[in-house]
């Protein structure tokens, strides 16, 4: 239904051939005009937000993540006990995005600008994974974050002690 709406909204040229959504198309036309980017979160982030509450209640494990990129925009971060915040250097995450997605740094920095800025992000987490070094440094950090939720978990769901 969402992507009836967003075709109707942008034409047909926001399709590719087959049919799906050009995100390239839509990338350029949202992170340009912020009424147009306003008018799409306003159909999408209601059907997202649905979506993740139904997700995680069915999630079966010791804890959930949610791994969204705008938990603290939209306001996700309410549907969470804590906030894990995957950070890296503003020049770093332009790099590695430009690099990943072939788009312009100009385009990247337009969307890291529709976010929250990076310190507000941080003085809101809980934890913090740094994300600049190596995938060994990064897994290492995942580990020990790792055995931190199962105790906090396991200490959720443990009995409360009447006596205390």
Known sequence: PALVQIAHHFGKECLQEDGCLDRAFLRERIFNNAEER???ESILH????????????????????????????????QLTD???????????????????????QEQIRAIIKAQIPRQERLSKADDILDNSGTIDQLTAQVAKLHRKYLA?????????????
């Open 38 to 40: 306003r008018w799409l």
């Open 46 to 77: 209601p059907r997202i937000r649905e979506w993740i509450k139904l997700a995680l209640s069915h999630a079966t494990g010791s804890y959930a993540i949610l791994e969204t990129p705008l938990l603290l925009e939209t306001n996700q971060h």
């Open 82 to 104: 804590r906030i894990l915040v995957v950070d890296i250097p503003e020049s770093l995450q332009v790099a590695r995005a430009s690099e990943r997605d072939n788009n312009n």
């Open 152 to 164: 906090l978990a396991k200490h959720k769901t443990e009995p409360k002690n009447p006596d205390q």
